[in-house]
């Protein structure tokens, strides 16, 4: 299997290096990734200049630098590597669940995947003043990877690991609530600034991506490119049906 990694917190992530040492169980690895973080990025491209490859090292791994966007790699990485099975992004350096899924890089790059007809994994799991302990996410890592990429045939998947995870959770997107959040604070002459940042739920649905994390399970949630709302689509077409006569 050739597996394709990227990323969005950039070529150096600790992330990026302990996703590698497991996808290389599992297939022949090829690494293209942004030279610097590109975190919250959403699936923004590069049009309006060129954008340049450069090879590295990262560890055991051969490996590219873009100066570019998640999808901008994924694009580019999917053309220099003919025949990619897979992309796999991360694993990012905090948790990408709820609406934080609109703006994700790491998802970015995986639903770019998608767009070019390759199964697309997204992972991440939070991370603190110590970083996260990948040693010990490790086996869970492996055990994902082998059911998504051998046991399951899904275009495009959401994963996120809690820190110390028990058990294996299918869930869908939190959407019920906002958690998004504007901070100001002031530099030390006095001048305003402004964080955008989120504040904590404190209360999930069952069986969504933030109820499996805040309860110690790896959450897996399928993904569709396709944003069609077919419900308000029907109710559309039926409360205006002379429009398809037109």
């Known amino acids: 299997m050739r597996l394709l990694l990227a990323n969005d917190d950039g070529i150096y992530s600790p992330g990026l290096a302990a996703l590698a040492s497991v996808a290389a169980e599992l297939g022949d690895v090829h ?23 450069k090879r590295t090292i990262i560890g055991a791994y ?6 570019g966007t998640p ?12 025949g990619v ?13 709820g609406n934080s899924m609109w703006h994700s890089g790491t998802l970015a790059a995986a639903k770019q995947a998608a767009l070019l ?18 040693e010990r996410l490790r086996p869970w890592v492996a055990r994902v990877l082998r059911l998504l990429l051998f046991e399951s045939a899904y275009s495009l998947v959401n994963v ?3 820190n110390d995870p028990t058990g294996l959770r299918w869930t869908r997107q939190a959407v019920a609530h906002y958690d998004g959040r504007v901070v100001p604070i002031q530099d030390p002459l006095g001048r305003s600034y ?4 989120v504040r904590r739920l404190e209360h999930l649905e069952e069986g969504t991506d933030h109820w499996a994390m805040r309860n110690g399970f790896v959450s897996m949630t399928p993904l569709r490119l396709d944003l069609t709302d077919e419900a308000a689509l029907e109710r559309a077409r039926a409360s205006a049906p002379s429009l398809h006569s037109i």
Request: glycine share 10%; charged share 15%.
């Open 194 to 197: 402004y964080w955008l940042s």
């Open 71 to 82: 999808a901008d790699c994924v694009a580019l990485g999917t053309d220099i590597f003919p």
């Open 85 to 97: 099975d897979a992309v796999l992004s991360g694993i990012n350096l905090g948790p990408n669940v």
């Open 62 to 67: 051969d490996a590219h630098r873009v100066n």
């Open 160 to 162: 996120n690991f809690p």
């Open 117 to 134: 007809g390759i199964r697309g994994i997204a992972l991440s799991t939070p991370t603190g003043e110590t970083g996260p302990d990948f």
């Open 31 to 53: 690494i293209v990734a942004p030279d610097v973080e590109q975190s919250s990025m959403g699936h923004a491209i590069t049009h309006s200049r060129p954008i340049t490859i």
